[in-house]
């Protein structure tokens, strides 16, 4: 009589060290987190007039907007650059980020079917939904190529920067999507308070203004957010001025480690019973 071939035997285990986190399990799921990132890139434009399209109309839309009202119904200090380059620019990291944040906070919820019936890692969740956002992220800096081409603004060296800021821009979108998305699983309130949120972590980073506008107690709790660093950092690398010093950006960076620490550590908390509660 022939054997019978043995079979592969996964056992999963509780997670310890820095395993808790999960980042040990993804790197046997990379075909899963390609299928997971082109699942969420069709369900984003699929039965949609524009398509991809919308890519250019998220960030373009807004920084027209607010081109029309910060200079014909009022006026913001912009140091001598044009005010639609110097709110494209801070587009580029806040779209990348509120966005991805509103998609991905409630992605566990609206995917619990799936989660109660099969077991896969719950982090390409989040993971794959920001990842999706790298093409919003490039699509928004060209808009910014053509804006300052368009006032013959120069480059510096500075752009040499970029690649490590949108490395910067994924991490605090993945952050504060960990955050949320551990959240509204036991908490449906969250999803609810979520675009309440974003609108006010709008008005209170310097994308519709700069910090030069600011002075006071307002300009130091502007500079504790953690989304300032990253708008001043992709001004400084674009068009070669910020008001925010290198002291400053480097605190960002580490606040963003930070917070990404953090995301992942609550999302391990969310994850031990997430099939049962959401």
Known sequence: MSSVPS??????????????????????????????????????????????LWVVVNPLVPALLFTFV????TTIQTGGLPYLAVVSVAMVPWNTVSRTLGRGGGALVGQRQLLTKVYFPR????????????????????IVVLVMLRFDLPFTWHL??????????LGLALSTTLLVAAVSV????????LPIAIQIWLYVSPVVYTLASLSGLARTLIDF?????????HRWA???????????????????????????AAFRVADRNMADVV
């Open 186 to 193: 036991r908490r449906r309130d969250a999803l609810s308070a």
């Open 123 to 142: 982090l390409l969740v989040p993971l794959s939904i920001t990842i999706t956002f790298i093409v919003d992220y490039l699509v928004a800096l060209v």
């Open 7 to 52: 079979l592969p035997v996964t056992e999963i285990q509780p997670r310890r060290g820095l395993d808790g986190f999960g980042l040990r399990e993804l790197r046997h799921t990379g075909n899963l987190l390609w299928l997971f990132t082109m699942r969420e890139f069709k369900l984003r434009y699929v039965q949609t007039a524009l398509g991809p």
């Open 70 to 73: 910060f200079t014909k119904v």
């Open 160 to 169: 040499v920067v970029l690649p490590a800021l949108a490395i910067w821009t």
């Open 225 to 233: 957010n953690p989304m300032t660093s990253l708008i001043e950092a």
């Open 238 to 264: 674009i068009t070669g001025s910020t008001e925010l010093g290198a002291t400053a950006m480097a605190g960002g960076v580490l606040l963003n480690v930070v917070l990404l620490v953090l995301g992942l």
